[in-house]
């Protein structure tokens, strides 16, 4: 039977390489793109890095390394994924003269500082993949378009990052821990807040409706979702508000009330802060007009 492990090494069959690229003016203003990128297998190797205006994406093939970041070491081994900034201090390196295959990209971007600080919430700098196939393929194409100096090859690469980029994003919520804590329970709220959002609704409302403890439904809705209840509860109403608003003449009193949010004022400032512009506006704008 064949492993995993024989897959991606069968997946992955290279000369160790390292390529340095420069950007384009077009990419570096509107694209995430590589700095430097490198296929490695060896049993000696050490890297620091610090005051870098620069990403690291490292994956580990085979072997083992070691990560010290934020004063924390860390065990890199098969399926590991890391998301650094190397602006901070950070040292890898091949674990007890273990041969260690992997792949590093530096990468940079205008949008790279928003992408990491959602990662960086989950304070956990490596992430394991159950399955190396979601990147393998990806890692591949990355690193054989930079031997291409082409606005078309910049784009590629901008598109792979974006989606490695967004396996790393997701994996915290589609893999909460490694258990099912919580899970039936926030699907069940989540089910609630989106069929019954015009009610009156708050965080204890909400906990003892399901029977239970509003501090662990706040930290495993946070936890599955990305938002709090409540944060979740706002974006449902605001999306329902924007139907009213393309769709009805209907008053926006009466839409704040319909959404679950009598006082006005306060349906006005969330939209607002939601949406960037008031419902006034937004409907003038998105207004659906039939002739």
């Not at 994956?59 to 970041?69: A, N």
Request: net charge neutral; aromatic share 12%; proline share 3%.
């Amino acid at each position: 039977m064949t492993t995993k492990q024989e897959k991606a090494q069968a997946l992955w069959s290279e000369d160790p390489v390292a390529i340095v690229c420069t950007p384009s003016a077009f990419a570096k203003k509107s694209l995430f793109y590589i700095q430097e990128i490198g296929y490695f297998k060896t049993d000696a190797y050490t890297m620091e890095r610090e005051e870098l205006t620069s990403f690291l994406l490292l994956f580990t093939l085979s072997g083992r390394g070691e990560l010290q970041y934020r004063d924390k070491e860390y065990i890199l081994r098969p399926y590991d994924l890391l998301f650094i900034n190397c602006k901070e201090y950070v040292q890898y390196k091949t674990s007890c003269q273990e041969t260690w295959e992997f792949i590093s990209i530096n990468l940079h971007g205008n949008l790279i500082d928003n992408f990491y600080e959602q990662f960086d919430k989950h304070n956990k700098p490596v992430i394991s993949l159950k399955d190396p196939s979601m990147v393998l393929d990806k890692l591949r194409t990355l690193l054989h378009v930079q031997s291409e100096r082409s606005i078309s090859s910049e784009l590629l690469s901008s598109r792979l990052i974006v989606e490695l980029l967004t396996v790393i994003l997701q994996h915290p919520y589609t893999n909460p821990n490694g258990n099912s804590d919580g899970i039936e329970e926030v699907r069940k709220a989540k089910q609630y807040l989106d069929q019954s959002y015009c009610e009156r609704i708050t965080l204890d409302s909400l906990a003892d409706m399901f029977r239970l403890n509003k501090f662990n439904l706040a930290k495993n809705f946070k936890k599955q979702t990305g938002f709090s209840p409540i944060e979740y509860l706002i974006n449902v109403r605001v999306t329902a508000a924007q139907g009213w608003l393309k769709t009805s003449d209907v008053s926006i009193v009466d839409i704040a009330q319909y959404v679950g949010i009598p006082n006005t004022s306060h349906f006005i400032n969330l939209f607002k802060e939601h949406i960037g512009e008031t419902p006034h506006s937004y409907r003038k704008k998105w207004r659906n007009r039939i002739k």
